[in-house]
């Protein structure tokens, strides 16, 4: 991202997936101090946002014409400070770098479709990738780095590390810090995080979801002892749900490559997704689609006991699942 694609502009950051918007914020923060050594940075939450608040982030200082300014939150933009921000992104200020987040859901979807349609706003989507699209994401995490990785190397990180987007671009940052300017392979991705693997959340899902109640609890324990994050235990049940969801409602006959496409995997993943599918019927996926939803809920705070809720989780799904 360049100084002169930011300042003078708008940035509209829109989208639920975190970690890329935040990132979004950092490369214009990035491209503005890149220009000036000596830019002022200013941040404020959209709720607390007036025009007179506005221009003064905006105003140049003593020190520093060029500035950067983050809003957030823009869903909770107060109804009477609309005008201002419209107007001021009509017109923006030639050396300031304005970025709006908005956090994704159709609060505040009226002023952004307004904001869509001025000259100077430029949108960038941070939206949640489906599970088709992580692969992509480790290349472009590896490829701005400077190196390369084959896509079984991609395939073999994302089953070790798991689905956090942040975790994986730690991972990739330090593939490529040990293997400057190489091309990645698989080996050295399973020589680096393999061990890892049967400690992590995915393995606990595979196990569950194959009804084998014991090894996921211990799964279960292994992976919370080695300081794996609940939310990604969660998440992992959530993607072998929807991988299941799919595989049974796909059309029959399909070739491999065609239904994992459709189920959207790795062709490696169909075997044993096709394996956990057999003792599942179309009732007993929805009741666990809906104990994961429960259990997400739990351990963000509904429960106060984020092991208890994992471990109930594991227990009704693996007795969901008819042997």
Known sequence: M???????RVILVTGKEEFLGARTVEDVKAAVRGHDAEAEFADSAAAD??????GEMAAPSLFSAVRCVVVRGLENLPDESVDGVLGYAAAPVEDVALVLVHGGGQKGSGV????RKLPAVTEHKSEELKASDYPGFVAGEVRRLGAGIDREAADALIESIGRDLRSLAGAAHQLTNDFPGERISETQVRRYFGGRAEAKSFAVADAAFAGRDRAALEELRWALDSGTAAVLITSAFAGSARG???LVSAPRGMRDA????EVGVPPWKLRSLRDQARGWTDAGL???IRAVAQADAD???AASDA???LERLVLTVTSLRQR
């Open 299 to 301: 351990i963000k705070g």
């Open 244 to 246: 299941l969801a799919r």
């Open 112 to 115: 952004l479709a307004k904001l």
């Open 49 to 54: 946002l007036t025009l007179a608040t506005l």
């Open 307 to 309: 092991s208890y809720a």
């Open 258 to 261: 065609d239904l994992a496409r």
């Open 2 to 8: 360049r100084a002169e694609d930011v300042l003078g």
């Open 286 to 288: 929805a009741r666990a």
